[in-house]
């Protein structure tokens, strides 16, 4: 084991399945020579070579087009989109051929590619490096839709989503990349998380896609989180004092139920938090889940807790995102209910 923070832990899942299998390739903006804009890519290039990692043309339609081409012909390519912000003009890429590829071709092709992606705030990057557009993507049929919230959930995620034969989309939390505050920025990278080091194996290893980890058992109050979310959520819970269950989705698509449903019975009360703006965010889909599935067993109506509906802003960054105060305020709210 070795203490990791995400960007070497997602640095060592590419290197291991490059190490592991021939056909796994990386390419995108600057992942080459300069090792990617957050260094999760770096050294793998002087590694492996100017075959399998290289850079792109700043066009994410063509990165997209590209690593479809290669996934049909027996490649997995691991694709990076500089930030989540810029993932929309692949978008058509993704939704029309990606994702539809197996369907369409009755088993023939498909398309073993992953999308990884930088998403979210937390490094004062404005409207246009802040955004996540998790939600948009779980709507496609056909795309896999993960977002980790550690080190060791990030590797082990990683290697699954490459050895996957179907299209996964890649969110990384940028806020939690680079492990605890040092010091020396104007403010804390991760405010609230307490453990954004973690201990993760250096070899091999997979965590399944589509389980969810119950990162805090308790037994009065579900909350239902994933992402830089999860760490806020648990400062949430020591602050409101409440005998909260942590859920840390890992994987939106494909989702959990079990978990879910399980813990939402046995508690009765439920608080779902997002970084994302409220309207037709995933919180939404979680609600009628929690709804469909739970209902006889509701004490209290569902909370939701995040983003507000406007752009990202960059002078009241952290006003934007849900911090511990606003999640303890809906987590007393419900358990008092």
């Not at 557009?133 to 959930?153: A, Q, R």
């Not at 507000?308 to 809906?330: I, N």
Request: aromatic share 10%; proline share 7%; net charge negative.
């Amino acid at each position: 084991m070795a203490a990791m923070n995400m960007i070497q832990a997602i640095n060592s899942a590419i290197d291991i399945t490059m190490e592991r299998d021939d056909n796994v390739v990386v390419f995108g903006e600057d992942v080459g020579y300069f090792g990617g804009v957050f260094r999760c890519t770096a050294g793998l290039q002087k590694k492996y070579g100017k075959n399998r990692v290289f850079d792109s043309p700043i066009s994410e339609g063509g990165i997209m087009a590209t690593a479809i081409g290669m996934g049909v012909y027996g490649l997995r390519p691991v694709t990076e989109i500089q930030f989540a912000d810029y993932i929309y003009p692949a978008f058509d890429q993704l939704v029309s051929e990606a994702a539809r590829l197996r369907y369409r071709s009755g088993g023939e092709f498909f398309a073993p590619l992953t999308v990884r992606s930088p998403c979210g705030g937390g490094i004062f990057g404005g409207q246009t490096h802040s955004q996540s557009p998790e939600s948009i993507f779980t709507h496609v049929c056909g795309l896999k839709t993960v977002m980790p919230s550690n080190p060791y959930d990030a590797k082990g995620l990683l290697i699954s989503a490459i050895e996957d034969d179907d299209p996964v989309v890649f969110f990384e939390p940028k806020r939690i990349y680079n492990g605890p505050f040092d010091g020396h920025h104007e403010r804390p990278l991760t405010p609230w998380s307490k453990h954004p080091m973690g201990e993760v194996p250096e070899a091999y290893y997979k965590i399944p896609l589509g389980k969810a980890a119950v990162v805090r058992p308790g037994e009065k109050l579900t909350v239902i989180t994933y992402g830089t979310m999860v760490h806020v959520c648990l400062a949430a819970v020591e602050l409101a004092q409440v005998d909260a269950e942590v859920i840390d989705l890992r994987s939106l698509l494909p989702l959990d139920l079990d978990t879910i449903v399980d813990s939402v019975k046995k508690t009765g009360r439920c608080v779902i938090v997002h970084e994302a703006t409220r309207t037709c965010g995933f919180g939404a889909e979680l609600m009628a889940v929690v709804q469909e599935n739970c209902f006889w067993s509701l004490e209290a109506p569902i909370e939701r807790v995040t983003g507000w509906d406007t752009p990202y802003p960059h002078a009241l960054e952290w006003a934007y995102f849900p911090g511990p105060d606003r999640v303890a305020k809906a987590l007393k709210k419900t358990a008092e209910a």
